[in-house]
């Protein structure tokens, strides 16, 4: 199958939520990582807040679609560290602890008893 161009701007040059979700929704679409061969796609972001706000962690998160993704933290210009930096990180943590606590919720109502 073709895929079509993707093409993105924003007014001052930057990579936006809106962009990055227009760019999970094509792949998810066109099923460029098809997850059936057990595939997880591999996303490398810049830890900058648009990338770590809710909406986008909504899309990494969402149980239909399963990302592999890591914030690279900049060192120097040519240069990557995987990591996690408190102060580039903090809203995600943030928004994980929330997410967590849905799912406890979600497990402690399902109808499950001890096997032993």
Known sequence: YQVPCLIEDSPNNSITRRIIRTHFDAVNHYEIFPRRRGLIPFYLFDAHDSRLDAPIIDCILNNRNEWAIF?????????????????????????????????????????LRPTA
């Open 71 to 111: 914030f690279g933290i900049p060192n120097g210009t040519a240069m990557w560290q995987i990591g996690n930096s408190k102060q580039q990180n903090v809203s995600f943590k943030i928004y994980i602890v929330k997410r967590k606590k849905i799912l406890v919720d979600e497990i402690m109502e399902l109808p």
